[in-house]
């Protein structure tokens, strides 16, 4: 096992790895819940202003996660929404779950996922996981993500210096 997966265990296990998630909707902010629930201190961003006031305010706008459920997350200080990307400067993983529209060629549009990668890359550091769980082709984070990622970097070699992986829901 190499360092920085072991040193990224050990934060999980103990409850100190600072969980981001990138996006906070129908994906996100379930995926929020469920990491705070389990005892993790977790960021979430959003380019939507308005809905990270909401989100601040423990007020939620999916049904499946009832605000009752939120709120307590918000006062405990477990979950806080930002539209400010720096604060990715203080995460140790970060799972990006913005949306990938079909276009008109039926092919998903991952222009939202550059602007999230390009974001992420102005505050990539050693040791960080990065988490692909936006629906889009094969080959996103090996063509889309790790180019930029690694930009300026003629020693980037992933999986020591930091780690990125694309987590599939299927059903
Ligand atoms: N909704 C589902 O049931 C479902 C199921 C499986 C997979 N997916 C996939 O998961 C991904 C997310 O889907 P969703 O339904 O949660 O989308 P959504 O539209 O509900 O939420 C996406 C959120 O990302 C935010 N966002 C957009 N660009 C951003 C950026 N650069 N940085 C930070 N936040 C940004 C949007 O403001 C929005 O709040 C998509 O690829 C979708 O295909 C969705």
Do not use: W
């Not at 539209?83 to 008109?104: E, G, H, M, Q, Y």
């Amino acid at each position: 096992m190499s360092k920085i997966v072991a040193e990224l265990l050990q934060k999980f296990e103990t409850r100190q790895a600072q969980v981001a998630v990138l996006g906070l909707g129908y994906v996100g902010l379930p995926l929020v819940v469920v990491f705070a629930e389990a005892g993790y201190r977790v960021v979430g961003f959003d380019v939507d202003a308005n809905k990270v006031d909401l989100l601040n305010r423990g007020e939620s706008y999916i049904e499946d996660i009832p605000s009752s459920r939120l709120a307590p997350l918000v006062s405990s200080e477990m979950f806080r929404a930002t539209t400010d990307f720096r604060v990715l400067a203080a995460c140790d993983t970060v799972s990006i779950c913005v949306p990938t529209p079909l276009n008109k060629t039926g092919d998903p549009d991952i222009s939202y996922i550059v602007h999230a990668t390009n974001e992420i890359a102005h505050h990539l550091h050693a040791g960080m996981l990065i988490v692909l769980e936006s629906t889009t082709y094969p080959g996103t984070t090996t063509e889309v993500i790790l180019p930029r990622l690694c930009e300026g970097d003629t020693d980037c070699t992933v999986g020591e210096r930091f780690l990125c992986v694309f987590f599939s829901r299927t059903g």
